[in-house]
């Protein structure tokens, strides 16, 4: 072999190994967090169902497409969530999502949902202590955005149905994240939850960083946003794919 090629070939060799490496890094310790093997479609009617989760708050429903799970936004009926059966704690997640615009989403991190009516406490915008109710069957917690609209607040973080936002994306500090979001593309998304730090990158800019101690444990879910009434929405579709779980280190 000429010299030229020679070293041609060693420094494919190493740029290979490397990038073996470096990928080999990237997936130790993650496990699937749900994937198109645990589907069964319903014999009847649109949607089916998936091992080891379960549909809660509104009708909308969830399928297969190719290595996508697919939610399908459906009107009059309220958010939808599917919900993991496991309780997580501290975790590193990671997937990739595609919304069609306008449709609204997110996934949600430690979350809860009662069998019955119950009453907690939480601190409000002000600091202050305040007790709300929580109904029966209403999913509540830890929300990461899935934001299209121009406002772009993707993987900012929301507390579903107790305290509103927790982590917008205003200002200047945070024009980077809110310009990587692609609208109409796959995104991908990396969360941490350690302890009281919550943590989110979108497409491997830094969105969300926030200290919260009010839930430490629950639930993985995601959202297909109530739609209302609205016809240019029904049937608008939210996909994810890729999604990955490993304990935090």
Known sequence: MPRTAAILCAAFGLLLSATTACLAQDNDGFAPLISVGDYTPHEEGEGGTFEGWTRRGGEASYHVEGDAIVGVSKPHTPNTFLCSDRQYDDFVLEFDVKVEPPLNSGVQIRSECFDEPQTVTVAGNDGEEKSMRIPAGRVHGYQVEIDPSERAWSAGIYDEARRGWLAKLEGDEHAEARAAFDPTGWNHYRIEAEGDHLRTWINGVPAADLTDGMTASGFIALQVHS????????????????????AAE
């Open 227 to 246: 739609i209302g009434g609205n016809p240019e929405l029904v049937g608008k579709t939210v996909r994810w794919r890729n999604l990955r779980i490993k």
